[in-house]
């Protein structure tokens, strides 16, 4: 099976801060790589796939990059609703596999 | 507009068993991979099953419940099935119904239903 690690697990920023968190695989992916956004006690809300490709209606200060193990978003501008923990999640091959989550605090 | 809307979870004793059912509206749910996804409390998010549909239906499943959970479907009802079989108090969690899309990843979740495993 294929290994998801996120870092760090929590990350403590203010409004207005830049933001990035990484994702790595435990084996090439290729860019078969999507990110969640979770707010406790909802369903967790897609942000990002194929790496880099933006969901629609979803804010442009998110953005993704990264191929094969190394993967990384960013938030160039957090506003008070991106408070919420993010998980990376392949989908190159079953079973598929989250990392544990990355959880931005406010600082 | 997409809608998943899970049902039948509830409190169980361990080697009990339990179907939660995944009602979808909005899409033809044959012409999709859906999958089922959990969360432990207070853990993260993991993949436990799939009804893929690439010309043929193949399921697939994490490790920790081949034998146990079967995933199947009713195209006449548009709704997908998980069969819970020698349920563990680990199995304990949120269980998520998701869509995926015609890119392979999931785009659309149900709210999701809570499953205990206690005895």
């Known amino acids: 099976d294929i290994q998801m690690t996120q870092s760090p697990s929590t990350l403590s920023a203010s409004v207005g801060d830049r933001v990035t968190f990484t994702c790595r695989a435990s084996?090439?992916?290729?860019?078969?790589l999507a990110w969640y956004q979770q707010k406790p006690g909802k369903a967790p809300n897609l942000l990002m796939y194929?790496?880099?490709t933006l969901e629609s209606g979803v804010p442009s200060r998110f953005s993704g990059s990264g191929s094969e193990t190394e993967f990384t978003f960013t938030i160039s501008s957090l506003q008070p609703d991106d408070f919420a923990t993010y998980y990376c999640?392949?989908?190159?091959?079953?079973?598929?596999?989250f990392g544990q989550g990355t959880k931005v605090e406010i600082k | 507009q997409v809608q998943l809307v899970e049902s039948g979870g509830g409190v169980v004793q361990p080697g009990k068993s339990l179907r939660l059912s995944c009602a979808a509206s909005?899409?033809?749910?044959?012409?999709?991979?859906v999958h089922w996804v959990r969360q432990a409390p207070g853990k993260g998010l993991e993949w436990v099953a799939v009804?893929?549909?690439?010309?043929?239906?193949?399921?697939f499943y994490v490790d920790s419940v081949k034998g146990r959970f079967t995933i199947s479907g009713d195209n006449s009802k548009n709704t997908m099935y998980l069969q819970m079989n020698s349920l563990r108090v680990e199995d304990t969690g949120v269980y998520y119904c998701?869509?995926?899309?015609?890119?392979?990843?999931?785009?659309?979740w149900g709210q999701g239903i809570p499953v205990i495993v206690s005895s």
């Open positions: 909005g899409f033809t749910f044959s012409d999709y991979g």
């Open positions: 009804l893929a549909s690439d010309g043929s239906v193949k399921s």
């Open positions: 999640q392949q989908y190159d091959s079953y079973p598929w596999t």
């Open positions: 194929a790496a880099s």
């Open positions: 998701a869509k995926g899309s015609t890119k392979w990843h999931i785009d659309y």
């Open positions: 084996q090439s992916i290729k860019t078969w």
